[in-house]
């Protein structure tokens, strides 16, 4: 079965507001971690990434947090806009030296912004 | 810049016919490729990768095959197909080079099975 899992499968938020997204996973060895967005009919796409001697990484409008005791990841978008509604998922990679031959991914939650 | 297509966007086949998808990289050399499937409101599953020419491992048992004829190209095929093989078919490729761990992925094509 799959390692990676979402808490909530649907999240809806206010324009502006900020949006948090859960993620826990099972496999301790687990060394990467990324975050997708992928829109209805198209691709993933890249949003941010965090390895395993991370807690905290942010980028534009993102940050994602790891907590390596609980085995809990989440992705935190600031001032949450239409353009993001999305699903999003986290993926973990077991493999080793950073290759991503196993990347496992979770079922997503999709993220619904109103206006 | 790096590109990635694959094609057809959309198919619909009937059980028993035979597939081929098709997946092309442009702008690297020796990426890793790979071949995932989604299912309707479900994550992704890795079906395949590769890491260079004629080097296919296969992540799970199934009706499906894959190759890799040229460094650039995956292609994804089917002698028969069945109606469990529905669902959005992604390519993506990472730097085999690299140590980012970023996948890049197609648009996807999306294989209806009747």
């Known amino acids: 079965g799959e390692s990676v899992g979402l808490h909530l499968p649907t999240l809806s938020v206010q324009e502006g507001d900020n949006s948090i997204i859960n993620c826990a996973y099972s496999?301790?060895?687990?060394?990467?971690f990324i975050w997708y967005k992928q829109e209805s009919g198209k691709g993933p796409q890249f949003i941010i990434d965090?390895?395993?001697?991370?807690d905290k990484r942010q980028g534009q409008r993102v940050t994602v947090l790891l907590n390596k005791t609980v085995k809990h990841l989440s992705l935190q978008i600031a001032a949450t806009q239409p353009g993001d509604s999305a699903v999003y998922f986290c993926?973990?990679?077991?493999?080793?030296?950073?290759?991503?031959?196993?990347?496992?991914f979770g079922k997503g939650t999709l993220l619904t912004v109103n206006p | 810049s790096q590109t990635i297509h694959q094609w057809p966007a959309t198919l619909v086949q009937p059980v028993g016919s035979p597939l081929s998808l098709e997946c092309t990289v442009e702008?690297?050399?020796?990426?890793?490729l790979y071949w995932y499937r989604q299912a309707a409101g479900r994550g992704l599953q890795l079906l395949f990768y590769?890491?260079?020419?004629?080097?296919i491992s296969s992540e799970v048992p199934q009706n499906l095959s894959a190759s890799r004829p040229q460094d650039r190209q995956f292609i994804l095929s089917s002698k028969k197909l069945l109606l469990s093989d529905s669902g959005f078919y992604l390519c993506?490729?990472?730097?085999?080079?690299?140590?980012?761990?970023?996948?890049?992925f197609g648009e996807g094509s999306r294989l209806t099975v009747l």
């Open positions: 993506a490729w990472s730097s085999g080079a690299a140590n980012t761990g970023e996948l890049f």
């Open positions: 496999n301790s060895a687990s060394d990467y």
């Open positions: 965090i390895r395993s001697n991370m």
């Open positions: 993926a973990e990679n077991r493999g080793s030296g950073g290759s991503n031959y196993k990347l496992t």
């Open positions: 702008g690297t050399s020796n990426p890793n």
């Open positions: 590769s890491v260079g020419i004629g080097q």
